[in-house]
């Protein structure tokens, strides 16, 4: 069968095709018979509106492409499905591109990004390049980084406040009578890890503590747990640990419990940032910092509608305070109740 047309539409509801068009384009002025004769039809002929093509006229594709790096990482699945419901109510739907942490695999992403005419690019903890930026800068499309950061004026942020949050989780280690606290980085270019640690280590210095083991598993499983094996396997091992995020932290306690034969956290206690949903899963049970998601989402949307919208919105860098969840993976202070 040929593809209906919205000059079928117009034939069988007895109307012009501008009039088809009108009914479908959001806005458009027509009346409430018209609208009614021709959704009728529309659907008699089972015809969908081209919504494509109708953006090479309106110049906008209401498409917002999402540029992600790390979907094996909990939060980002649970983050995505929060923006994509968001984007929606907004008029929008979300094309999601994968993408490594380098910036020419980044630079390929968003070409082909761009080649589907999106309206905007939200990146979620994806570095982008100077000439990458100013390129949009000049086409006009609005970028969104989402729980990453970057130095440039020209770039609206939206992260949790992680310097403060690793801050919080130094404070609790050291409350919980800890003394031999390491710390399993992230991938280290990223600005969620460098602030965490910064954050971290400026709470070990202000109580006058040096960290006594670093490891490196670059936000992935497997690297976390040949980090955990290495830092642990030595005369005298961490009594605490900060894993830079909660997917992580995972990987380090299966680790600990089933190869080495550690208790957590009677033996050492295991701290991570994120709070995804397994975090409170009762095998793991992991004290750490929360991102607020929802909020966070929030502001995303409304800084990229703000400039979508051509509301003079300036680049600005929005950081959101995120509070210390306590369970059970970590020696609590003395006199702590939940």
């Not at 991102?291 to 966070?296: E, I």
Request: glycine share 8%; aromatic share 6%; charged share 20%.
């Amino acid at each position: 069968m040929s593809k209906v047309t919205s000059l079928d539409v117009a034939e069988k509801a007895g109307v012009s095709r501008s009039a088809v068009s009108r009914v479908f384009t959001p806005g458009a002025s027509v009346s409430k018979g018209t609208a009614e004769k021709v959704r009728k039809a529309a659907a008699a002929l089972g015809y969908r509106p081209n919504v494509l093509a109708r953006s090479l006229i309106t110049g906008r594709s209401r498409i917002i492409g999402l540029v992600v790096a790390y979907l094996e990482n909990q939060f980002y699945p649970e983050a995505i499905e929060r923006l994509s419901k968001a984007l929606q109510a907004e008029g929008y739907h979300v094309l999601v591109f994968m993408a490594s942490n380098d910036h020419a695999a980044t630079q390929k992403v968003i070409d082909e990004l761009l080649d589907y005419q999106v309206d905007a690019i939200i990146a979620a903890s994806v570095g982008l390049s100077n000439d990458l930026t100013k390129r949009c800068e000049g086409l006009g499309i609005p970028i969104v980084l989402f729980n990453r950061h970057q130095y440039d004026d020209r770039l609206t942020s939206v992260t949790s406040d992680n310097v403060a949050g690793g801050r919080k989780l130094a404070e609790f280690l050291i409350a919980g009578g800890h003394k031999r606290i390491a710390h399993i980085a992230g991938w280290e270019d990223a600005s969620t890890q460098i602030d965490r640690e910064a954050g971290f280590m400026a709470g070990l210095e202000a109580s006058g503590m040096a960290l006594h083991a670093r490891g490196v598993g670059n936000f992935h499983f497997e690297t976390a747990q040949t980090a955990a094996r290495e830092m642990f396997r030595v005369t005298t091992p961490p009594d605490a640990v900060f894993v830079a995020n909660d997917h992580m932290a995972f990987a380090v306690m299966d680790v600990l419990r089933y190869e080495l034969g550690l208790r957590v956290p009677q033996d050492v206690s295991v701290v991570g940032y994120d709070d995804v949903t397994l975090s409170h899963w009762p095998s793991y049970n992991l004290t750490t910092v929360r991102q607020p998601a929802n909020a966070m989402v929030a502001a995303t949307v409304e800084a990229l509608m703000a400039r979508l919208n051509e509301d003079d919105e300036a680049p600005r860098r929005i950081t959101l305070d995120g509070p210390l969840i306590v369970r059970g993976s970590a020696r609590k202070p003395e006199g702590m109740t939940l």
